[in-house]
T-cell receptor, first 114, second 115 residues
Framework: GESVGLHLPTLSVQEGDNSIINCAYSNSASDYFIWYKQESGKGPQFIID?????DKRQGQRVTVLLNKTVKHLSLQIAATQPGDSAVYFCAENMGDNYGQNFVFGPGTRLSVLP | DAGITQSPRYKITETGRQVTLMCHQTWSHSYMFWYRQDLGHGLRLIYYSAAADITDKGEVPDGYVVSRSKTENFPLTLESATRSQTSVYFC??????????????FGEGSWLTVV
């Protein structure tokens, strides 16, 4: 069946460096993708989204890249800060009516080293 | 600050007991969802609702019951709690999907332990 996965379950980066978190998806029909940040003990927090008619979208210090050819999604965080330490996971949606077909990956834990 | 409020945030209950997790949203979003989050798994959908009095099963509905008598509330009930239902439960909501896509917004979670 369709699934969303992450290549790296844990990622450690130095403060100030750029972070890249990857996600693979398997359903070529997915047309909407979201990255979430989840801090310990809290709910998932929306970071950025992208539709399949785009290959790049930028926010504040974050960029999402979508490569539909290889079904790959990545989240780039510029100048990583201690407050960026969290679990990040991606989600894909396949154009359903209610959002009932969002598929969420298990997440990558980002640790920012001082 | 408006948004999605879940209660209780933490709950310990015994096997066989009935437990209700409450969810209240102030955005007037049409769609609401209940997910569970377990270690090693992504969020899994339990139930969802498109509007008041309209609910439907998600991926893992067994052992759960929902209702939606009002748009802003979407309680989740475990009729007879089992240890396998020990998990973190997230309520979420969104607006009907538009051409630009609509994200799902989550509450802060309810940590449930069944002993």
């Amino acid at each position: 069946g369709e699934s969303v996965g992450l290549h790296l379950p844990t990622l450690s980066v130095q403060e100030g460096d750029n972070s890249i978190i990857n996600c693979a998806y398997s359903n070529s029909a997915s047309d909407y993708f979201i990255w979430y940040k989840q801090e310990s003990g809290k709910g998932p927090q929306f970071i950025i989204d992208i539709r399949s008619n785009m290959d790049k979208r930028q926010g504040q210090r974050v960029t999402v890249l979508l490569n539909k050819t290889v079904k790959h999604l990545s989240l780039q965080i510029a100048a990583t800060q201690p407050g960026d330490s969290a679990v990040y996971f991606c989600a894909e949606n396949m154009g359903d009516n209610y959002g009932q077909n969002f598929v969420f990956g298990p997440g990558t834990r980002l640790s920012v080293l001082p | 600050d408006a948004g999605i409020t879940q209660s209780p945030r933490y709950k310990i209950t015994e096997t066989g007991r009935q437990v209700t997790l409450m969810c209240h949203q102030t955005w007037s979003h049409s769609y609401m969802f209940w997910y569970r989050q377990d270690l090693g798994h992504g969020l899994r959908l339990i139930y969802y609702s498109a509007a008041a009095d309209i609910t439907d099963k998600g991926e893992v509905p067994d052992g759960y019951v929902v209702s939606r008598s009002k748009t802003e509330n979407f309680p989740l009930t475990l009729e007879s709690a089992t240890r396998s239902q020990t998990s973190v439960y997230f309520c979420a909501s969104r607006e009907p999907r538009t051409g630009s896509g609509n994200t799902i917004y989550f509450g802060e979670g309810s940590w449930l332990t069944v002993v």
